[in-house]
């Protein structure tokens, strides 16, 4: 009889440990296929947030180009932008949270929701925040993340619910 329960209670929690296992595994290296159908606030950039903040674990296409740093900051540094001649560089770092420099060498800081913190130019002197097309500025680090957003694939178990649910506060 002890032996019984024993053996059930062991099946139950390697289940458990598999299956929650599983889930954060599945969550993690699909979080930017989940960031993109995940319900956010405007102004929040969920597949920004997730290609750097889980670089480690979402699929790295080797593109020629495209080089990725996992150390300390992770980083995405992208030497295919503007035919080549220039580098334009992602990261998610401690504090600010997001950094993006763009081919002008202008490095923009971001914080945690993706609100727009500041700019600084090459003589690292600041650039007003107002003067600063934000719409456009969105579209140029998506520009430059683009061939990694498209390498990720669908997962084989949706855990989109999970997902958003687990996220719900820090995209709204």
């Given at each position: 009889?002890?032996?019984?329960?024993?053996l059930s209670?062991f099946?139950?929690?390697l289940?458990?440990v598999?299956w929650?296992?599983?889930?954060?595994l599945?969550?993690?290296?699909n979080?930017v296929?989940?960031a993109q159908h995940?319900?956010?606030?405007v102004?929040?950039?969920?597949?920004?947030?997730?290609v750097?903040?889980?670089?480690?674990?979402?699929y790295t296409p080797?593109?020629?180009?495209?080089?990725?740093?996992y150390d300390?900051?992770?980083?995405?540094?992208?030497?295919?932008?503007?035919?080549?001649?220039k580098?334009?560089?992602?990261s998610?770092?401690?504090?600010?949270r997001y950094?993006?420099?763009?081919?002008?060498?202008?490095?923009?800081?971001?914080?945690?929701?993706?609100?727009?913190l500041?700019?600084t130019?090459?003589?690292?002197?600041?650039?007003s925040i107002?003067?600063?097309?934000?719409?456009?500025?969105?579209?140029?680090?998506?520009?430059?993340?683009?061939?990694?957003i498209?390498?990720q694939?669908?997962?084989?178990f949706?855990?989109?619910?999970?997902?958003?649910?687990?996220?719900?506060?820090?995209?709204?």
């Amino acid at each position: 009889m002890v032996k019984k329960v024993f053996l059930s209670v062991f099946v139950v929690v390697l289940v458990g440990v598999v299956w929650f296992g599983y889930g954060a595994l599945n969550l993690k290296k699909n979080s930017v296929y989940y960031a993109q159908h995940t319900p956010h606030k405007v102004g929040v950039e969920p597949v920004l947030m997730e290609v750097t903040r889980n670089l480690d674990w979402i699929y790295t296409p080797d593109i020629k180009g495209i080089k990725y740093d996992y150390d300390g900051s992770r980083t995405i540094y992208n030497e295919n932008y503007q035919d080549g001649e220039k580098l334009a560089i992602f990261s998610f770092s401690s504090d600010p949270r997001y950094l993006y420099c763009s081919e002008k060498f202008i490095i923009y800081a971001f914080d945690d929701h993706f609100k727009l913190l500041s700019a600084t130019d090459r003589q690292e002197r600041k650039i007003s925040i107002k003067e600063i097309n934000q719409t456009e500025l969105i579209r140029e680090i998506y520009r430059v993340v683009q061939p990694v957003i498209d390498a990720q694939s669908a997962p084989l178990f949706n855990l989109q619910w999970v997902y958003d649910w687990v996220n719900k506060d820090r995209f709204n």
